[in-house]
């Protein structure tokens, strides 16, 4: 489950932080409401990284991995030609 603490809450709290990040939780750092930073496990920062690293035009074929053989497969989902988007039906 994530946390929300402002700032200040985070650095009075910043124990407890690592403590619910270590058992799996994220904590997320507002300022003035709006989200700002997160704290997450340190076993989801692979999964974070290889997210950024694929980047948003990469799909999901990018975000297979993490066994043998899986490089395989990227390249060849990513050797599919797409097909063409449907057409939108206009209407009257």
Same mark, same amino acid.
């Given at each position: 489950? $994530?946390?929300?603490? $402002?700032? !200040? ?5 910043? $124990? ?14 507002? %300022? ?17 990284? %290889? ?20 490089? !395989? ?12 988007? %449907?057409?939108?039906?206009?209407? %009257?």
């Amino acid at each position: 489950m $994530t946390k929300m603490l $402002t700032i !200040d809450e985070g650095k009075a709290k910043f $124990t407890r932080c690592l403590r619910r990040a270590e058992a799996g939780d994220a904590v997320v750092f507002t %300022r003035r409401g709006k989200p700002i930073a997160a704290l997450v496990p340190a076993a989801e920062l692979a999964q974070l990284e %290889r997210l950024r690293a694929a980047g948003p035009e990469a799909g999901l074929a990018s975000l297979a991995g993490g066994w043998d053989g899986s490089e !395989d497969l990227v390249a060849s989902i990513a050797k599919i030609r797409r097909s063409r988007g %449907r057409k939108t039906p206009r209407f %009257r």
